[in-house]
């Protein structure tokens, strides 16, 4: 094999009190010799790295604040794409040259096993073959490390989990955001009418054109309070929705509960308004947890159901290829494009992460290294 260049990867080389502490106190980037293939499995690949993703769990993950911590020092980035250019021996499904994108679940600082220190915000990155996945056709890189985490989020969340059909109105909080988005176009395909709910009529005008029958704004009032409830009442004829998609939670969660039908469906899917249910620095524990009332819960005849996609995924990895294989088909036939993301250099990683964490632009955001 050809001697492959000098490289950079980004470093977290201790937990942050937060995401935007640590990026301020512990990131760095540093080169990156290419992996010496001679140490690497027969069913390893190595890749070079295209795209990343910088995405939510990306940011919770170097505070220790996600339920899965790496081990400092570690390099981010869960999910990427990128250009096979070394194979091992017995890798048959795959070929240099190929591009591919990366399987988080398999490989990167969410996996287990050996290759968690392999990250995405890195010139080369090693994985198992099983987690290099053909890049579609139609896919460009930036499109490749955005569609994994988010589609299947959004699929375990409204078609395994929500049940959600075409006789449906649905109610998605953060769609402007990268899973929230996915679930945007996931919710249209199989037919619901969707409300879309965010803090930016300018973003939620894209959200509009990527498929929402209707966009609320969520900013609050001249009195400090959030309140959407009439508007969703309106909007469905009094009735209510029959499924809340909610990866918002705090005052959004409270508020959605008086937007539902009796018997309605509430997705638990995150807490993005309340990132600080969890204590930094990697402690263990929930000091500040969201709480919902049980009263109007059980007045609502709710169904509450949480939605954890990677923890559900480890414990039954069953569900996971009926999951793949109908997401894969409907890219195939043209029914999913994940929406085109900010991008970014990677000398520009803070900034990335900083975007992602004020939500500055519509979907995901990507570094190129």
Not at 23 to 37: G, K, V
Not at 163 to 169: E, G, N, P, V
Not at 185 to 200: M, P
Request: hydrophobic share 40%.
């Amino acid at each position: 094999m050809t001697k492959l260049e000098t490289g950079r990867r980004v470093v977290i080389s201790d937990f942050g009190e937060s995401p935007m502490h640590a990026a301020e106190n512990y990131l760095s980037i540093e080169e990156q010799d290419a992996p010496d293939t001679t140490h690497l499995k027969s069913t390893d690949v190595l890749i070079r790295v295209k795209s990343a993703a910088v995405g939510w769990v990306d940011l919770l993950m170097s505070s220790g604040q996600y339920q899965h911590m790496a081990s400092p020092p570690y390099c981010p980035g869960l999910e990427y794409s990128g250009v096979i250019c070394w194979a091992g021996e017995e890798v048959k499904s795959i070929c240099v040259g190929d591009r591919v994108m990366a399987d988080g679940l398999l490989t990167g600082p969410r996996s287990k096993g050996d290759y968690q220190q392999y990250g995405g915000f890195a010139t080369y990155a090693v994985a198992p073959a099983k987690a290099a996945v053909p890049l579609p056709e139609r896919f460009d890189f930036d499109q490749g490390c955005n569609f994994f985490g988010n589609y299947e989020t959004a699929y375990h969340c409204l078609i395994t989990r929500g049940k959600l059909t075409a006789k449906d109105t649905i109610l998605i909080h953060g769609a402007s955001g990268s899973t929230g988005l996915a679930a945007v176009h996931l919710a249209k395909l199989v037919g619901a009418k969707v409300i879309a709910t965010g803090r930016s009529a300018e973003k939620l005008a894209v959200v509009q054109e990527e498929g929402a029958d209707h966009t609320l704004c969520t900013e609050r009032n001249a009195e400090g309070d959030i309140r959407f409830r009439d508007q969703v009442k309106e909007l469905t004829n009094g009735k209510g929705v029959d499924v809340v998609y909610d990866s918002v939670g705090g005052e959004i969660s409270l508020e959605s509960l008086r937007c539902v039908k009796f018997g309605a469906r509430f997705l638990i899917v995150g807490w993005a308004a309340t990132p600080f249910v969890a204590k930094g620095r990697g402690g263990r524990g929930a000091p500040n947890a969201n709480q919902l009332p049980t009263n109007l819960m059980m007045m609502k005849g709710l169904d509450v159901l949480g939605c954890p996609t990677a923890i559900s995924t480890h414990r039954d990895p069953t569900t996971r290829a009926p999951r793949l294989k109908q997401l894969l088909e409907w890219v195939k036939e043209g029914r999913l494009t994940p929406h085109q993301p900010r991008v970014f250099a990677l000398e520009n990683i803070a900034e990335a992460m900083q975007a992602k964490w004020k939500s500055v632009s519509v979907g995901g955001c990507v570094v190129r290294p």
